[in-house]
């Protein structure tokens, strides 16, 4: 009797299996009847500190088989012309509340925009199987200078796989008549990459809209994302991009000892091929730049330099988001202070202790910058000395007559009192 019970759910259990393993692969993580809605996720990246502009990202939407054939009926939705959808983005100036900002990581930002449903307003001739491809087919925003600019589209491809149905007598709603049709299923998986690599067995995805960033997994993870790095500076010392500028104050400031730094610059690697392998610096005095030759400088290798009262280093192409940790070594008598501007206002400030230097760790420095919003770090060596006292040197003639005028006087005095005292006696 166990035996025969044994085989039932033997039985069961393997129909339970095949009847799963009829699905298409697209569902093997996510219940099929609670994705009946599809959008498309446009994710856009860049260094932390740009203001990146307007841009509108444009997708087709390619119908390609029909219950698994590609020869495609005249009435399939997207048939002969590709759907289109689009997602803009109105700015970092001029954010829209619809783009959403998720996170800063490594210095790097990430906003998030949402379309609607992609296949809402569509009508399904018949109940079947209907496959399609989501592509990226570019944007509306040009990229005009290279050399200060890039902006890389998505490679990715998605299929989706819509599964109609038609309402029977047992599950028509209200306001729908037997026999029309509806979305029961949609599967979704990742082809392609963002970078353009063939994606095997997978992932599978719930294209499902939502919008919150503010819940995990509510946005459809139809994701495509896009990069844009843009820097500063017109590849003239007159025009940095940043600046490292000295001044020094005090009675006993030297105004033309040099003080020496050490930098390290870290630049965004968002888009590895806009990397540059080193960037020009040069020291400018206020008799302009010291020597036309410019100094190369190779990101994450410590720069050393020295600076003397009214100099300066200037940086002329330096990507936006950029980093740099900095430190001045001490003097003996100075006190040492920086105040660090980033596109125009103070971002940070350290005094140091007499005779020790200053330094500032790594931070994200390098903002949009202007002519009214620089990006500069002001070092101040102060070196007041100190207040004499005692006796000054100048005066010791003068003191030193004074002084035998006064003992000239004690000698008349007592001699005087001597010879009173014998003449008494």
């Known amino acids: 009797m166990k035996d025969k019970k044994m085989k039932v759910v033997l039985i069961a259990m393997l129909a339970l299996t095949l009847c799963f393993g009829m699905l298409p692969s697209a569902y093997a993580d996510i219940n099929p009847e609670d994705v009946t809605e599809a959008a498309i996720t446009k994710v856009l990246k860049f260094p932390v500190g740009t203001d990146y502009p307007a841009m509108t990202f444009n997708f087709a939407i390619t119908a390609v088989?029909?219950?698994?054939?590609?020869?495609?009926?005249?009435?399939?939705?997207?048939?002969?012309?590709?759907?289109?959808v689009s997602i803009a983005y109105s700015g970092k100036t001029a954010a829209s509340p619809d783009e959403k900002f998720e996170s800063v990581v490594s210095g790097i930002?990430?906003?998030?925009?949402?379309?609607?449903?992609?296949?809402?307003?569509?009508?399904?001739?018949?109940?079947?199987?209907?496959?399609?491809?989501?592509?990226?087919?570019g944007s509306t925003y040009t990229v005009t200078d290279p050399a200060h600019e890039a902006l890389t589209l998505s490679d990715a491809s998605y299929s989706l796989v819509v599964y109609v149905k038609e309402y029977t007598a047992s599950n028509v709603p209200t306001g729908k008549s037997v026999g029309?049709?509806?979305?029961?299923?949609i599967g979704n998986v990742?082809?392609?990459t963002d970078g353009g690599e063939p994606v095997e067995n997978g992932p599978k995805l719930d294209p499902t809209p939502g919008g919150d960033p503010s819940v995990e997994g509510d946005y459809s993870e139809m994701i495509f994302v896009n990069r844009y790095v843009r820097t500063n500076g017109s590849n003239d010392p007159d025009d940095p991009t940043l600046s490292i500028t000295k001044t020094v104050t005090g009675d006993m400031g030297s105004i033309?000892?040099?003080?020496?730094?050490t930098l390290t610059l870290t630049v965004p690697t968002l888009?590895?091929?806009?990397?540059?392998?080193?960037?020009?610096?040069?020291?400018?005095?206020?008799?302009?730049?010291?020597?036309?030759?410019?100094?190369?400088?190779?990101?994450?290798?410590?720069?050393?330099?020295?600076?003397?009262?009214?100099?300066?280093?200037?940086?002329?192409?330096?990507?936006?988001?950029?980093?740099?940790?900095?430190?001045?070594?001490?003097?003996t008598g100075y006190t040492a202070s920086v105040d660090i501007i980033k596109a125009g206002a103070t971002a940070a400030n350290e005094t140091g202790t007499k005779g020790n230097g200053v330094s500032v760790a790594a931070g994200y420095w390098v903002g949009e910058s202007d002519s009214t919003h620089a990006n500069t770090a002001k070092f101040t060596n102060?070196?007041?000395?100190?207040?004499?006292?005692?006796?000054?040197?100048?005066?010791?003639?003068?003191?030193?007559?004074?002084?035998?005028?006064?003992?000239?006087?004690?000698?008349?005095?007592?001699?005087?009192?001597?010879?009173?005292?014998s003449l008494s006696a």
């Open 65 to 84: 088989k029909f219950n698994e054939d590609t020869t495609l009926p005249s009435d399939m939705p997207f048939g002969t012309t590709p759907g289109s």
């Open 109 to 137: 930002e990430t906003y998030y925009l949402e379309s609607a449903d992609i296949f809402a307003g569509v009508v399904w001739p018949t109940a079947g199987v209907y496959e399609f491809v989501v592509t990226e087919t």
């Open 180 to 185: 029309d049709r509806y979305i029961f299923a």
């Open 190 to 192: 990742m082809t392609i």
């Open 256 to 261: 033309v000892k040099p003080f020496s730094f």
């Open 271 to 331: 888009i590895e091929d806009y990397v540059e392998v080193t960037y020009p610096a040069y020291k400018v005095s206020a008799a302009g730049v010291v020597s036309a030759t410019a100094i190369e400088v190779t990101p994450g290798t410590p720069l050393e330099f020295t600076l003397a009262h009214g100099e300066k280093l200037v940086f002329t192409n330096v990507p936006v988001g950029s980093s740099y940790a900095i430190s001045e070594d001490g003097e």
């Open 382 to 421: 102060d070196n007041p000395g100190t207040t004499p006292t005692g006796i000054v040197i100048e005066y010791l003639p003068y003191i030193g007559i004074f002084t035998i005028a006064i003992a000239g006087l004690v000698i008349y005095v007592i001699a005087k009192r001597r010879e009173r005292e």
